[in-house]
């Protein structure tokens, strides 16, 4: 055992359902209101958009909710995904802490993203759906979906922000690879976009814009649903596959974390990797103590406000209850483009907010020289995304050095670098640099929603 670096686990132990935390929540969630009428949403309020499944899931109570057989045999083809002794990293940073990373980058897209869109891409097959819309910034969510839903004959139509899918063609590459139509949002197709390109026709776009689209086109077409990427309730559960099973693993290690780190962006990864060990602190009593990392160019959680906000920025989604930077707040363009979202998922919203779990806020800088640290040592190019969770551990394990106690920590790799290695080419070419979001700039975002705050 003492020189092992791999704990994993055979496809007969993967573990058999996703775990729905907010079951054990001391304080649940408040409801998502609607738009229009400012009401408690009803199940109804969704039936457009989502498998009727998709709906129980994102309000269920149930612990434990059963993975169907289907998506198992499609999880396989790169679960369980290895638990990893980052024994490298640790020497280089001389520190008494045990460093493990959960492996999501081996996924066929390369990030955590395709956990959840194989049931989605599932429960909408079984519902006779034959095609899904949905946005993508940089692709991540896009790719991961385009690959899920080619396994069920469903059609897939990405609205790609523009600027991206001008920037960015190897993930629109990935799309059409696995047969998804992906069209530059603004477009033409919808209502939204024409509007849009009727007064700037070169619009860049945004993602609020591309889900606005996606969401028009689901809406007015019975046989086409709307797929999101993370966020809601049943996202954030789908991924929890990712703790389950290093729960199974650090059995095998013969350990268990002091700390957990994720990267966050809407929630997705971070509840992925956590929500099984706060099971623990929730249930037994044990003092995991679980960290959501954030850029300082878009810290909603360490220093935006919990309220009532939409989830898109131009107001067409329900209102959550999260904390929120307000949905108009325009982040720098920093290359984390997957951490660049002005709220948080209801859920984790809610952890925070009763202090279950803990959040940080890391610079581009920073996380780009914990990157390359990884990279060097432990031999994986890590996203960009993935290097906030990094560099966060780097701060614990020296703390851990500092004060000289041997603490366990584990982070998720969200997803691997190799489709953003033009970010890492500015990084060292000295063109990228940190962003300082002033209060004076929160204040004003925060102001506009007082006016819906409920
Ligand atoms: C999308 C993405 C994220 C951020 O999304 P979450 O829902 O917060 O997990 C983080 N890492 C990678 C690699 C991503 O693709």
Redesign the pocket.
């Known amino acids: 055992m003492k020189n092992t670096r791999k704990f994993e686990l055979t496809e007969k132990e993967m573990p058999t359902q996703w775990y729905n935390i907010h079951a054990d929540m001391p304080n649940k969630t408040l409801p998502p209101l609607h738009p229009g009428t400012g009401l408690p949403l009803g199940p109804q309020d969704l039936v457009g958009l989502f498998p009727m499944e998709l709906i129980k899931q994102e309000v269920s109570m149930e612990p434990f909710i059963d993975i169907p057989e289907e998506v198992l045999e499609i999880y396989k083809i790169w679960r369980p995904s290895p638990l990893i002794r980052a024994r490298n990293l640790e020497k280089l940073l001389n520190t008494p802490a045990k460093i493990y990373y959960k492996n999501e980058s081996v996924s066929p897209p390369g990030?955590?993203?395709p956990n959840t869109a194989v049931p989605q891409a599932y429960y909408n097959y079984k519902e006779g759906i034959k095609r899904i819309t949905t946005e993508t910034g940089a692709g991540?969510?896009g790719s991961a979906l385009a690959f899920a839903a080619q396994f069920f004959g469903i059609e897939v139509k990405v609205f790609m922000v523009k600027v991206s899918y001008n920037q960015k063609p190897y993930r629109k590459s990935m799309m059409n690879v696995w047969g998804a139509d992906v069209t530059p949002s603004p477009s033409p197709y919808t209502e939204t976009g024409r509007k849009i390109l009727a007064e700037d026709p070169d619009c860049p776009g945004n993602l609020g814009i591309a889900i606005s689209e996606a969401v028009e086109m689901a809406a007015k077409d019975p046989g086409t649903k709307y797929s999101l990427?993370?966020?809601l309730n049943h996202?954030l559960m789908h991924?929890t596959i990712i703790g389950e099973e290093a729960l199974k693993q650090f059995e095998k290690a013969q350990d268990y974390p002091d700390i957990v780190i994720?990267?966050?962006?809407?929630?997705?990864?971070?509840a992925g990797i956590s929500f099984p060990f706060l099971r623990g602190n929730l249930r037994n009593g044990n003092k995991t103590r679980c960290i959501a990392v954030e850029p300082t160019s878009c810290p909603k959680l360490t220093r935006g406000k919990f309220m009532y906000d939409f989830g898109d920025s131009v107001g067409l989604t329900p209102l959550i209850p999260m904390f929120t930077l307000g949905h108009d707040f325009m982040p720098p363009k920093i290359h984390a483009g997957?951490?660049r979202y002005h709220g948080a998922g209801a859920i984790v919203s809610q952890l925070l907010k009763d202090k279950i779990i803990e959040a940080a806020s890391v610079n581009q800088l920073e996380s780009f020289d914990a990157g390359i640290k990884f990279a060097r040592t432990e031999g994986i190019i890590p996203?960009p995304?993935?290097t906030h969770a990094i560099a966060q551990v780097i701060k614990e394990a020296e703390k851990c050095r500092i004060e000289g106690t041997e603490k366990t920590i584990l982070f998720n790799l969200?997803?691997h670098g190799l489709i953003d290695l033009g970010a890492y080419d500015q990084y060292f070419g000295g063109l990228l640099h940190d962003y300082e979001t002033t209060d004076e700039e929160i204040r004003e975002s925060l102001q506009k929603l007082e006016k819906i705050a409920v």
Do not use: I, T, Y
Request: charged content about 10%.
């Open positions: 990030s955590h993203k991540q969510w990427g993370s966020v996202v991924q994720g990267c966050f962006g809407g929630g997705s990864n971070f997957g951490l996203a995304e993935s969200s997803g």
